[in-house]
């Protein structure tokens, strides 16, 4: 055994590359996320990827397998944002935030540009049985988040205590996905915030329990 | 002004032969809602809506001017079948029929045989835009049936009265399109009765005000 020899071949590679690598690879996510968005997965051609990251499908794909694995990064990328904002502001803030930043919207990067990749997973979900199995080891990390954050606010007194936690966290996860569909469908959204009151409400200590 | 012009030309159609256009239109519903279901819109070939209703092409359009009217017929047929349930056992109670009615499951009509429809509404509603305008005009009756029930149930005193009937018109909708894109997902749904308790309960008169 050799002491230098890592699982990751990164620790062989210069920091400064190291940088210049992660670096490419957040381009190629963010190029390619607002790709997806417009075009959908079949439409996020090669030729389309290259022009919306900047880069050569050579450089593209040196970093990613295939389009595939792409989406499937970028898709895990996004649910690791989420739940970082599930994990601090709960679930029902990330549903604030959808409504808040209606899909198409310019202005740089905002909160909910996972929506377009949140969109087209649940697509390929629906369509795609090869896809929803490789999804499904890397969709729990919202579940989980959202799951922690229920039991850091029971603890704290927050939540309502008479429906099981597991309970609780598909009840959001339902609505949640009733809003990403919602919006998909272009139905308005500016109507929702009393809405998303009520989940909230539901959710936490009833004041007869106060 | 002749007295026995109406406005629909069926007045002047025996009725023997009103009750074969019923039934055949019924026949033309019902095959072509499992073919839809089955294949999708676009999947939905001529062909296989002969074979699914058992009847030709020239029978199937002499009822309905083109795949995309018949379609629309369904899904305002089903709509209204919904709206049936909503007005006398509520939305929840149409929630509750979908998750004991896994798709795809065999065994003749069910309450819940209006998901396929469903599905390929909500599909054709995020990926086509002039679907959505014809929609639009059709699909305020489950809304309506909603809000309708929401009211009585309040002047029976079943319902808080902290929240306006709007809002939790919504609320319940968003719960009822989460749903279908969770089955349309192929996620189990076995676990999903305690969360439509919840939702159920969110709507009710609260014990602290009773």
């Not at 590359?17 to 790709?35: P, V």
């Not at 922690?148 to 939540?159: V, W």
Request: hydrophobic share 40%; glycine share 8%; aromatic share 4%.
């Amino acid at each position: 055994m050799h002491g230098t020899v890592g699982c990751c071949h990164d620790r062989l590679v210069p920091r400064v590359s190291q940088d210049h690598l992660a670096a490419r690879r957040r381009q190629i996510l963010d190029g390619s996320r607002a790709c997806f968005a417009r075009f959908g997965y079949e439409g996020a051609t090669v030729r389309r990827l290259e022009e919306a990251t900047g880069l050569s499908r050579g450089a593209i794909f040196h970093h990613f397998r295939d389009k595939e694995s792409l989406f499937l990064a970028l898709a895990e990328d996004d649910a690791h944002r989420m739940a970082e904002v599930v994990a601090e502001q709960g679930l029902v803030q990330v549903m604030r935030d959808l409504i808040s930043a209606p899909p198409g919207r310019e202005g740089g990067e905002h909160p909910a540009d996972w929506l377009g990749t949140r969109l087209e997973v649940s697509r390929r979900l629906r369509t795609d049985p090869d896809f929803r199995a490789r999804w499904a080891e890397r969709s729990e990390q919202l579940t989980n988040a959202t799951r922690e954050r229920l039991k850091r606010q029971r603890d704290a007194g927050n939540l309502r205590d008479d429906v099981d936690v597991e309970v609780l966290t598909s009840f959001l996860e339902l609505v949640l996905e009733g809003l990403v569909s919602h919006l998909a469908m272009g139905l308005p959204a500016d109507d929702l915030e009393p809405v998303l009151d009520l989940v909230e409400e539901s959710v936490r200590r009833h004041r007869r329990h106060g």
